[in-house]
Nanobody, 114 residues
C-alpha cells in the first residue's frame, strides 16, 4: 500500500506564500498523473493542478499563482502557492496514480487570513 504524506500547510496572511509537499513511500518515477486537489469549507473537492503525461494544467483561479512540480529522486510532489487569497482557504490533498491505482494523501489545511 502506497502512503502519501503531505506537509507544509498552515495559516498565512493574504498575499503570502506556502509550499506544500507530498512525499510518497514508493517510487513515483513511472507515475503519469500527479495532482493537487482542494476542498474549501462546505464545498466539493476540486482539482487545482495536475501533471499528466508531462503536461501541466491548472484550474483558472490559481493560474499564475500556483506551480506544481515533482522530484522523482525525493519521491515528492510540490505545490508552490504565491499571492494567496482568502478564497484559497481549504484542505489540500495530493493524488498520485502509481501502477494505474490512485492514492490520496491525508490532507493539509491551508488558511489564508484577510
Amino acid at each position: 500500500q502506497v502512503q502519501l504524506v503531505e506537509s507544509g500547510g498552515g495559516l498565512v496572511q493574504a498575499g503570502g506564500s506556502l509550499r506544500l509537499s507530498c512525499a510518497a513511500s514508493e517510487s513515483i518515477d513511472n507515475a503519469n498523473s500527479l495532482a493537487w486537489y482542494r476542498q474549501p469549507p462546505g464545498k466539493q473537492r476540486e482539482m487545482v493542478a495536475v501533471i499528466f503525461g508531462g503536461i501541466t494544467e491548472y484550474e483558472d483561479s490559481i493560474k499564475g499563482r500556483f506551480t506544481i512540480s515533482r522530484d522523482n529522486a525525493k519521491k515528492t510532489i510540490y505545490l508552490q502557492m504565491n499571492a494567496l487569497k482568502p478564497d484559497d482557504t481549504a484542505v489540500y490533498y495530493c493524488k498520485i496514480y502509481i501502477d494505474a491505482r490512485p492514492y490520496w494523501g491525508q490532507g493539509t489545511q491551508v488558511t489564508v487570513s484577510s
